[in-house]
């Protein structure tokens, strides 16, 4: 086993038992001690976003790209959070390398989803997510956020019938699981 994965499995173990502050420091230290690695960047980006610091985790999006301008992920990530920071235009420029996916690659069709979110064509943005979730083996929680969304399309699309599915006297409450990307995107209408 080399330095790198033995440096990122010992992170990854010790990350669930740090708190947030703890966390940071560990993945900086790691960002500045393996400075042609992005990976520790893309989870310092992930922790800042977690702690809803969105400057800070564009900021580290931007630097694992600069350090690894293929690292699809990275570039997925930051145009999700532009997106969700209603920049759609900023969100779609930074999504368009991953058309050099291949076709069915998950990553590519949920940029595609992303394109018709940003025109309002929920319909078609809901088949391109549910084609990259059937695509997508590698990553569950990606697919979970993106079923997120597809929930959130389809309460757009069809609130009469979440009305017709709730009893009247069953109080109305917003949506537990209401996702960051939408919540952007009612915004810009």
């Known amino acids: 086993m080399t330095d790198v994965a033995d440096y990122l499995s010992t992170l990854l173990q010790r990350l669930p038992q740090m708190d947030s502050v703890a966390a940071e420091q560990m993945l900086s230290d790691a960002a500045l001690k393996h400075p042609n690695d992005a990976r520790p960047l893309l989870l310092l980006a992930a922790q800042y976003a977690h702690a809803q610091q ?45 058309d050099q996916l291949p076709d069915g690659h998950a990553l590519r069709l949920f940029k595609n989803a992303f394109a018709c979110l940003a025109q309002d064509q929920l319909q078609d943005a809901r088949t391109w997510l549910l084609q990259g979730i059937a695509g997508n083996i590698d990553n569950a929680p990606l697919n979970g956020d993106m079923q997120k969304i597809i929930r959130q399309i389809d309460l757009l699309n069809a609130p009469s019938q979440a009305a017709i599915e709730v009893p009247k006297e069953a109080p109305v409450a917003p949506p537990m699981e209401h996702h960051f990307l939408l919540s952007a995107y009612n915004k810009l209408h």
């Open 54 to 98: 969105m400057d800070r985790a564009e900021a580290c999006y931007i630097e694992a790209l600069q350090r690894a301008p293929d690292f699809a992920i990275a570039r997925f990530q930051l145009g999700l959070l532009q997106f969700s920071s209603a920049r759609p235009a900023a969100a779609l420029a930074t999504l368009a390398p991953l």
